[in-house]
């Protein structure tokens, strides 16, 4: 065994680090954990950074009286389980026995949103079934008052992973088809950008400026331009 071997064979033996100095600026720098992209934002959960954001900027209009409220979703079921039924044939009985072939599909936005009509109708909604054009950022349905409209949320990142939004699209027309229920697909970045930026998310959680790609205005500035 050679010199330099027999060293080795001790260090392993001994239970000894390398411990010389180009060994320790070798040493690599253990990883933070990923900050969870889950919490709570005035009460309300959120599951993703864009969830919150739009929380931002829902509240602001809230604190302006254009928003009445704001909820997370609840459940719709889209199409139901295929069940087959059947017997099974035993020597001296038979038992009713079921499998399910198709599993139910259910979809579940992000929030709803009740907004005063009024306030937000040449701003921000386009309501189902008044016979104007389309032209608005937010499809609103009527509700059993008159002065406040419902919009159906669904909120993705600006960049399309998986394919989730040729998904949602699906998602997006048999809710419609089975429960004539319209949702809005909102990507934060193109919302803040065609109407205001909230002042929330303006600066980061240590109090530095956020950077952004587009020109901010404040909710003021935008509704005094429309």
Same mark, same amino acid.
Request: glycine letters at 4%.
């Given at each position: 065994?050679? *010199?330099?071997?027999?060293?080795? #064979?001790?260090?392993?033996?001994?239970?000894?680090?390398?411990?010389?100095?180009?060994?320790?600026?070798?040493?690599?720098? *253990?990883?933070?954990? *990923?900050?969870?992209?889950? /919490?709570?934002?005035?009460? !309300?959960?959120?599951?993703?950074?864009?969830?919150?954001?739009?929380?931002?900027?829902?509240?602001?209009?809230?604190?302006?009286?254009?928003?009445?409220?704001?909820?997370? #979703?609840?459940?719709?079921?889209?199409?139901? %389980?295929?069940?087959?039924? @059947?017997? !099974?044939?035993? *020597? $001296?009985?038979?038992?009713?026995?079921?499998q399910?072939i198709?599993?139910?599909?259910?979809?579940?936005?992000?929030?709803?949103?009740?907004?005063?009509?009024?306030? %937000?109708?040449?701003?921000?909604?386009?309501?189902?079934?008044?016979?104007?054009? @389309?032209?608005?950022?937010?499809? %609103?349905?009527?509700?059993?008052?008159?002065? !406040?409209?419902?919009?159906?949320?669904e909120?993705?990142?600006?960049?399309?992973?998986?394919?989730?939004?040729?998904?949602?699209?699906?998602?997006?027309?048999?809710?419609? #088809?089975?429960?004539?229920? @319209?949702? =809005?697909?909102?990507?934060?970045?193109?919302?803040?950008?065609?109407?205001? $930026?909230?002042?929330?998310?303006?600066?980061?959680?240590? /109090?530095?400026?956020?950077?952004?790609?587009?020109?901010?205005?404040?909710?003021?500035?935008?509704?005094? =331009?429309?």
């Open positions: 065994m050679s *010199k330099r071997r027999a060293v080795k #064979a001790k260090r392993r033996k001994q239970g000894r680090s390398d411990t010389s100095s180009k060994a320790k600026f070798n040493v690599k720098p *253990k990883k933070e954990p *990923k900050k969870s992209k889950t /919490g709570t934002y005035k009460e !309300i959960p959120y599951e993703s950074w864009e969830e919150q954001a739009l929380l931002m900027w829902l509240f602001e209009l809230k604190n302006q009286g254009i928003v009445k409220s704001i909820r997370r #979703a609840d459940s719709l079921l889209l199409s139901d %389980a295929l069940v087959n039924s @059947y017997v !099974i044939q035993l *020597k $001296t009985k038979s038992n009713n026995a079921t399910t198709l599993q139910p599909h259910s979809y579940t936005a992000e929030f709803i949103v009740e907004w005063y009509w009024k306030k %937000a109708r040449d701003k921000f909604l386009w309501r189902l079934g008044d016979s104007t054009k @389309y032209d608005k950022i937010f499809v %609103a349905h009527k509700t059993e008052d008159p002065e !406040i409209v419902v919009t159906y949320i909120c993705k990142p600006s960049f399309d992973f998986h394919g989730m939004g040729r998904l949602f699209k699906v998602n997006q027309k048999f809710c419609w #088809a089975v429960h004539q229920l @319209y949702i =809005n697909l909102v990507k934060k970045d193109e919302l803040f950008e065609q109407t205001f $930026t909230p002042k929330e998310y303006l600066n980061t959680s240590t /109090g530095k400026p956020r950077v952004v790609r587009w020109k901010t205005r404040t909710l003021f500035d935008y509704l005094s =331009n429309r």
